[in-house]
């Protein structure tokens, strides 16, 4: 099983590395020859699809679980991922509007009201759904496990924010060059 995980490892990396050596190609050709940012490397959504699963195959081997109970805890945190994702995408959607309702000179009250309570609604949902994911992955595992799983989430979250952070220094390093 270690095998396959860094097999799979590998091969993200492999993905991620011809990505940045595309961006870095781009990067030099200047902006009047560059193809549309989706021809260029990876998607944000692809990024966060392998970020993911590099944390799947972080939590089976910090949390040791079990090859047994895998499957079952693959699904539960796949499931938790997808309503964080949906709820962060909706409230994303949800205060794009309501920027665009503050920006209009005259803004409808009634419809703030309205936008902020389907925002407000949002987040009430969101709660209940994540806990209720969090609780079917605390089923399949142990109180360690689940002490673990609460750490490695605080840890996965603050390496993702580093790896952006690192990204933008990159990319505006880039650029500056550029532009010298």
Do not use: C, W
Not at 101 to 115: F, G, S, T, Y
């Amino acid at each position: 099983m270690k095998e396959m995980r860094f097999v799979i490892f590998v091969v993200v990396l492999g993905i991620a590395g011809v990505s940045v050596h595309a961006q870095e190609r781009g990067g030099r050709q200047g902006r009047q020859n560059r193809q549309a940012p989706a021809a260029e490397g990876v998607s944000p959504a692809e990024v966060q699809r392998m970020f993911d699963s590099y944390a799947l195959m972080q939590a089976q081997e910090q949390l040791k679980i079990s090859d047994a109970v895998f499957p079952k805890f693959l699904s539960r945190f796949k499931a938790l991922q997808d309503v964080r994702r949906k709820a962060l995408q909706e409230r994303t959607r949800l205060v794009v509007e309501l920027r665009q309702m503050v920006n209009q000179p005259q803004p409808d009250d009634a419809k703030l009201k309205e936008r902020l309570k389907a925002v407000q609604d949002l987040e009430m949902r969101a709660q209940v759904d994540v806990k209720k994911a969090y609780e079917a992955i605390d089923e399949v595992l142990d109180v360690r496990q689940q002490a673990k799983f609460r750490v490695f989430e605080e840890n996965m979250e603050r390496r993702k924010l580093d790896l952006v952070m690192r990204a933008r220094a990159s990319r505006n390093q880039a650029n500056r060059k550029q532009q010298q």
